[in-house]
């Protein structure tokens, strides 16, 4: 099956500012990749470059296997919801999509079909005769998933899809995203700002940091690689305490074991980082509860992919 | 996916419309549907008709002859009609750009030189209707001296030409302007210095650096042209050198409007996010 996104060195500046510099991923069919970046990081920039609305300055990339040089055959081929699309105020949902539709090649009866069919994918059916004027946030950003789907694209750019939407309607639209890449099979490529968004739905995470790529791979692999800090915390039984502290020390893999200030009855443990931290964090809980210890609570800091991402775009 | 769609619509006798039509129609709709051309129409026809009735009073007065009054509400007509159409066409790309929505045009493949000329023809519209509004005034003002069919067809070319001449120029500020607001004041900029030499003392203008300035304008030279037929009586291939300028800024500027503007309908530069 042909990579559905494959970048090379992909670079674009404007003068001496350089907005994105050698960008090179891959993203496979079905697969969600979430972008991740502080503010002018690059994102919308690359997605700009990727769906060619922007000619990079350097490098090379294919979409769905197209060559960069053939853009209109690329915009044949994906779909798009830029950051912050605007939307026509005086078109009803219906209308705007059955134009989209007829401007990728759709005929009058097919255009109104398709339109239909999305309306309803999307949760928008009763309101399709309704003024875009009258939708709210959440309603414009499924309208404009529908938008992005009107060519059955193989490959979807969202950015910043669930931008100023409540938890509801951002559970809905992070719904469709998952249903473009398992129903439809399209690979998508999601930006966010939510770090929860995208640890929870993408199969894999480039963070960009700067114009560069900061880390990309799995949220387990980027945590791994971010030289986030690995600890965790143990609230042991009081009269548990000191034996608590003499089993950690002796412990493989453990390389503190101290009582944080204020905390009564916590440990904090600081792991090797040679070794995972989920498995580092079991071996504790194991080698306490093997050795008697009450152990009431635990929590482990530091492998959870906001960490990971501060520690990478502050590092900079 | 787009060969695909077209292919199952070609099996099933469905034909897909070229990308600059589909946005005609869009546009069409935006414009006629959306109730804006229909406001602008009616405040060009109660123009026309206070201009209409002034001159009719004027003639009555025997202070305008009835061939002049003809001539000049047709005049009237042109160039308003005209400003309507660059209105419009100055709005047309800068316009987008600020309402957010020229990304997603962008984002078919739909040839920006479509776009262009889809967004173009749109405007033309403009210029159809308010010549349709002068049609009666015309008939009623040049009925008496037997010039309504002259008067008509010769304002129908010389404002058909200097309409799209107007709409062309709009569309190129349009695509280069940095705002909407840029865009329509520099439009209107334009326009007025193009109606600047029919304010010249009448000396003025018989010189020949008046004259010059006079033909190579399109909308003084084709006003000229209308005046010579209506006014004058003259048959239309007489004076066909004052069309010279409209036919050339016609041609000209759409093809500019089309080829050149529509390669400079793009996103300004940005790197947020």
Known sequence: MTTAIEAHGVAKSYGSLVAVENLTFTVEPGEVLGVLGPNGAGKTTAIRVLTTILSPTHGSFSVAGIPHTRPAAIRRAVGVLPESAGYPERQTGEEYLRFHARLFGHSRPSARSVARTLLEDVGLAERATSLIASYSRGMRQRLGIARALVNDPRVVFLDEPTLGLDPAGQRQILGNVRGIASERGAAVLLCSHLLAEVEENCSRVLILNRGHVAAAGTVAEIVRQAAAPRTARLQVAAEHMEHAVAVLTGASGVDDVHRPDGRAGWLKVVFSRAEEGDGQLNLAVRVLLDAGVELRAFELEGARLSDAFLAMTEAD | ?273
Request: glycine letters at 10%; a neutral charge; one cysteine or more.
């Open chain 2, 1 to 273: 996916m787009t060969e695909l769609v077209e292919t199952r619509d070609r099996a099933r006798g469905e034909r897909s419309a070229p990308g600059w039509l589909v946005v005609l129609g869009q546009e069409l709709r935006d414009l006629w549907l959306g109730g804006r051309g229909l406001v602008l129409s009616f405040a060009f026809s109660l123009l026309v008709g206070i201009i209409a009735y002034l001159v009719a009073t004027n003639t009555d007065l025997n202070f305008l002859e009835q061939r002049e009054s003809t001539s000049l509400t047709l005049q009237v007509a042109v160039a308003i009609g005209g400003m309507l159409t660059l209105l419009v066409a100055a709005d047309a790309v800068s316009g987008e750009r600020e309402r957010g929505t020229l990304e997603t045009l962008l984002l078919t493949p739909v040839s920006r030189r479509e776009l262009a000329t889809g967004k173009l023809l749109a405007s033309l519209s403009l210029w159809f209707a308010a010549f349709i509004i002068t049609v009666p005034y015309v008939w009623f003002l040049g009925n008496g001296v037997g010039i309504v069919d002259e008067a008509l067809v010769a304002g129908l070319a010389v404002g058909t030409l200097v309409a799209v001449f107007l709409a062309s120029l709009g569309l190129l500020v349009s695509c280069f302007a940095g705002s909407n607001r840029v865009s329509l004041s520099l439009s209107l900029f334009v326009l007025l210095a193009l109606v600047a030499p029919t304010q010249l003392p009448a000396g003025a203008q018989q010189a020949w650096a008046g004259d010059l300035l006079l033909r190579v304008n399109p909308l003084t030279a084709g006003e000229r042209y209308v005046s010579k037929i209506v006014v004058s009586g003259h048959d239309w291939s007489e004076d066909l050198s004052w069309l010279l300028s409209p036919v050339i800024g016609a041609v000209v500027f759409a093809l500019a409007a089309i080829l050149v503007g529509g390669r400079y309908i793009r996103l300004r530069g940005g790197v947020s996010g």
